[in-house]
């Protein structure tokens, strides 16, 4: 069953830890938010149980201070585990207490509330239960050893181990089950890094057991195949141990020679669990064939790394020998090794004689594949150029493993698996340098540690050289270090290393490229924005199609580009970054600007015939464009509009911060108009406000009249829908000026007809209805049938709010009958909702009902989050006057979650007014007053006087105890603002304050 989003997640974990007890909402506020909640932080939290309550009916109580959650214990995995826990302590049968913590572990199965986001919750309810777990593993572990079997037990001792290097108790009980096995050597390796990592990450050195043990082993010079073992906590001497190997065997050496030449493994490996999880499935499954597995990925991706650690991991796999050979596919001043070379090297690791190497190629692949017959070997070759380089150094046997490394694809291997490793999650990079610094360093700066991990982009390399330059500058903050990171002309220099250079990788495969794909690759990396699709690459690079696909596929192909969907395309960041410094480097000034003026106009001409899809455009004008591309993405529906949109939001955005930059005042404000109606419909307020902003300040700074005027209305309508009405007066009045000034009558229509719902958000309805009947005649004197319909609806809309209920249904049907061309679903939607809200005032309640999930139909299948925003609280009074609670509830919570989400601000106050009415009418008083205190606070913030008196009204009706103490001076002040807007529930407010003695 699904639970739902991190909210819901965190919010039934926390319930189901603490099983029966209480958790207050203040708890879960913290959880949530910890520090930082959001106004509407307890309304949320009540919509995220309202929620859960649907899906898991009779779990959740509400108590006086928050909620608790009752069911059998053995019905959550924590308190399962907790109560085997608490039978295998108290087991007295030594097979009964393993197989008890056994199946007590097993109810782990994951991170605990993984994917709920919550530093707060991870650290205070997380942690405490991993440690709960490693108790388990740990007594588990302890009691396994006392029963034998130590080749099994040291079998799942090592990955748990790996997974927290500083449990010494575990390490002591891994080397003493390995060294009980005989295998000495591994457990004196075990020590060494249970060692070498307390140095690093602690500065200390092992506990005494673990020495104790560590020097019985190194004077155990007889090499006892099972030495005799007390127990966990000590190694007894009293047998004499078993007789050495015997004699050696005076005959010539065998022809094949066993050996591991791994290279030594990564102590710190951080993540990489599910790739890791598929390569040894790849190699426990290769009983009965000659298993090969490529690992792809860009440079400094960790490719060899991975490879490595994995193959140590498997080692006992592939007794007869592990070997790994470099083929220098991408080296500093070294050619790719021939692959005749690299057989020679190979054969001469597994005993062949140089004499006996043949010449030919051939022959040595020949020779290569009949030594290895019949044996278990496993072979990293690593740093792979291309597919003739490799194949000729497969192995053929049955039950042998090649884990092949390269920046390429090498297509054409058959048979191979394939894993492409992209970038480290931020979590996971996080984690990498906690496990390298230690956790005290990282949790000290985490805001700084997310900041460096994100200049990083998730690139090993880069992590791993961050990381090594703090760990020998100790004195160094995550702080001080994202400030180095931060100047785009240090950032490689801070990313090198003696031994390692982020910007060496790089440049080593640029250097593979030849001469037409390096020109790609650098006109790439002059893109605006952080992807490109397939027609903006070839306007970019001024290239056909089919040729311009080439190039991409070929980038692609050797890990310089990523394919993130079909036809969309990026740079990792930091590729991104270099590319781009070495074309502003190699490429003429002219050039450059040719490049940057062809994508500018690419996206532009996209962008105006996908708003033409959208709804039809309120200003005729020019489009000037100084270079077009010969190839235009094919835009021929609205939903191939708004996905086109929806891909570029961010690329829109930056173009039009280019053209401003650039001075290019007429196309930032073009650009900047054919984005509004996106911005608004998708609820992207934040880059509907900045790209508005930009064109502005570039209009002005070009005195362009239309185009300030154009932009301003588009600004203004985005402050309205975010709640700053008094700018969004401002701006629309001033846009009405210059539209006088400039003599565009329709133009200051345009501006009436916004200022009409400013002026109805404010509770100004008379100067609303004054304004839109303006333009509705306007519209009818030029037969703009659309424009007809949209200030019908609007006038709807304010007939509602003055209790003109039959009124406000003869507009909105009139809306309805108007046929218009192309797409008018936007005004039917809005029509179908006023009618709603007005037959809900008549008490019509079914036939409201069903015109207002309709309108919501539409408004979904548009994706227009302000007009779902509405409609889902005017569902939810619906509701709540029908008598079903839970529903109205759940619609008016849905509307204020996707405000929050969308910083679509306008309707909050309105929306928590009916929240609270709906609270009190559910006999819900606490939740009821504090929706309606927030409701008052935001109103009164926002000059919303309408919200105001009914917040106001809907505290004094509030029963004794609930309600404010001053009920009557309430009243009598929401009477007075209903009275002066002329609203009918003037009436009934009047008609309360009178019954109340008033």
């Not at 997974?163 to 060294?179: M, V």
């Not at 002040?973 to 003695?997: Q, S």
């Amino acid at each position: 069953m699904s639970v739902g989003g991190p909210r819901q997640r965190c919010v039934l974990g926390a319930l189901l830890v603490e099983l029966g007890k209480e958790v207050t909402v203040e708890r879960l506020v913290d959880f949530l938010w910890q520090d930082d909640p959001p106004r509407t932080a307890r309304s949320i939290i009540q919509v995220q149980v309202s929620h859960l309550r649907q899906n898991f009916p009779d779990l959740i109580q509400t108590t006086a201070g928050g909620y608790l959650a009752r069911t059998d214990p053995d019905r959550v995995d924590l308190h399962r585990f907790r109560g085997l826990a608490a039978r295998a302590q108290e087991a007295e049968d030594p097979a009964a207490t393993v197989g008890l913590w056994d199946e007590a572990l097993s109810c782990w199965r994951g991170q605990p509330f993984s994917g709920t986001g919550s530093d707060y919750l991870y650290y205070t309810v997380c942690q405490p239960l991993l440690e709960e777990r490693w108790a388990a593993v740990t007594a588990w572990a302890e009691a396994a050893f006392g029963l034998g079997g130590y080749a099994e037990l040291a079998a799942r001792l090592t990955p748990l181990v790996r997974e927290d290097p500083l449990r010494e108790r575990l390490h002591f009980l891994l080397i003493a089950a390995l060294y009980r096995d005989g295998q000495r050597a591994t457990a004196l390796s075990v020590f060494h890094e249970i060692r070498k990592a307390l140095a690093e990450q602690l500065g200390i050195d092992p506990g005494r057991e673990v020495l104790e043990l560590y020097e019985r082993m190194l004077h155990d010079s007889e090499g006892p195949t099972r030495p005799p073992v007390a127990g966990p906590d000590g190694i007894g001497a009293g047998d004499a141990p078993a007789d050495s190997a015997g004699d050696e065997d005076e005959a010539a050496p065998a022809p094949f020679v066993s050996r591991n030449d791994l290279p030594r493994d990564t102590p710190d490996f951080t993540g990489r669990e599910d790739h890791l999880e598929e390569l040894f499935a790849i190699g426990a499954d290769g009983g009965g064939r000659a298993e090969v597995c490529v690992i792809t990925g860009t440079g400094g991706a960790g490719k060899t790394t991975l490879a490595v650690h994995a193959a140590h991991r498997m080692a006992e796999r592939y007794p007869d020998a592990q070997l790994f050979i470099d083929l220098h596919g991408h080296t500093v001043d070294q050619d790719p090794l021939l692959p005749a070379t690299a057989l020679s090297s190979l054969l001469r690791a597994v005993g062949v004689s140089p004499e006996a190497i043949p010449e030919s190629l051939e022959d040595r692949a020949a020779l290569w594949r009949a030594t290895l017959a019949d044996k278990r070997i496993l072979v990293v070759l690593d740093n792979a150029v291309n597919y003739t380089q490799v194949s000729p150094l497969l192995s053929a046997a049955s039950g042998s493993l090649t884990l092949v490394t390269s920046r390429h694809d090498l297509a054409g291997l058959g048979g191979a698996r394939y894993i492409s490793l992209g970038m480290l999650s931020h979590a996971t990079a996080e984690r990498f340098f906690s496990t390298v610094l230690g956790p005290e360093r990282t949790k000290r700066e985490p805001d700084a540690l997310g900041r460096v991990v994100n200049l990083c982009g998730g690139l090993p390399l880069a992590l791993r050289i961050v990381a090594g330059r703090m760990l020998t500058r100790p004195q160094w903050t995550f702080v001080h270090v994202e400030q180095r990171l931060s100047l785009q002309h240090r950032r490689f220099r801070e990313l090198r290393t003696d031994a390692h250079s982020v910007e060496a990788v790089f440049e080593l495969s640029y250097q593979s490229l030849n001469s037409v794909q390096q020109e790609v690759f650098l006109r790439l990396g002059l893109a605006i924005g952080n992807s490109i699709d397939f027609y903006g690459a070839a306007a970019l690079t001024d290239s056909d199609l089919p040729r311009t696909d080439d190039l991409l596929q070929e980038l692609v192909g050797v890990r310089l580009l990523e394919e993130q969907s079909v036809d969309l395309y990026r740079f990792h960041d930091l590729i991104g970054a270099y590319a781009k410094q070495k074309a502003l480097r190699l490429l003429p000034e002219e050039e450059i600007d040719s490049t940057h003026r062809r994508i500018s106009d690419y996206y532009l001409h996209a962008a105006q015939r996908a708003a033409e899809w959208l709804g039809p455009r309120r200003h005729d004008y020019a489009i000037e464009l100084a270079d077009t591309s010969r190839y235009k993405a094919e835009i021929t529906t609205r939903s191939e509009a708004v996905e086109w949109f929806d891909r570029h939001r961010e690329n829109l955005a930056a173009v039009v911060d280019h053209y401003a930059q650039k001075g290019s005042g007429q196309q930032a404000w073009q650009l900047a108009d054919s984005l509004w109606r996106f911005y608004a419909v998708h609820g992207q307020t934040e880059l509907w406000l900045t790209t508005h902003e930009q064109a502005l300040a570039a209009s002005r700074a070009d005195s362009d009249h239309l185009g300030s005027a154009i932009t301003l209305v588009g600004l203004g309508i985005a402050h309205c829908l975010s709640g700053r009405l008094d700018s969004s007066l401002s701006l629309l009045q001033e846009a009405k000026e210059l539209f006088v000034s400039l003599g565009d009558q329709s133009g200051e229509m345009r501006a009436f007809a916004n200022l009409g719902m400013v002026y109805e958000r404010m509770g100004r309805y008379e100067d609303a209805e004054k304004v839109l009947s303006r333009a509705l005649d306007h519209a009818m004197s030029i037969d703009d049938a659309s424009l007809v319909a949209l200030q019908r609806s609007n006038l709807g809309a304010i007939h509602h709010a003055l209790g003109n209920y039959h009124e406000a249904i003869v507009h909105c049907e009139a809306a309805l009958e108007i046929r218009l061309d192309g797409d008018s679903r936007e005004i039917q939607a809005s029509a179908l909702r006023g009618l709603g809200e007005a037959n809900m005032r008549l008490g019509k309640y079914n036939l409201a009902l069903g015109q207002l999930e309709n309108a919501l139909k539409v408004f979904l299948a548009m994706e227009d989050s302000a007009g779902e925003i509405y409609t889902r609280n005017a569902l939810g009074t619906v509701f709540r006057e029908m008598g079903d609670f839970e529903s109205a509830l759940a619609a008016h919570g849905a509307a204020l979650e996707l405000g929050e989400k969308t910083a679509q601000r306008s309707a909050e106050a309105e929306v928590l007014n009916e929240l609270g009415v709906t609270y009190a009418r559910a006999g819900r008083y606490a939740e009821a007053r504090s929706s309606l205190d927030e409701a008052l606070r935001l109103a009164r913030e926002r000059h919303e006087r309408y919200a105001e008196a009914s917040a106001l009204f809907g505290l004094s009706r509030l029963p004794a105890g609930a309600a404010p103490d001053d009920v009557a001076g309430m009243l009598a002040t929401a009477a007075e603002i209903f009275t002066e807007l002329g609203v009918p529930e003037a009436r009934e407010a009047a008609a309360a304050l009178e019954a109340l003695g008033g």
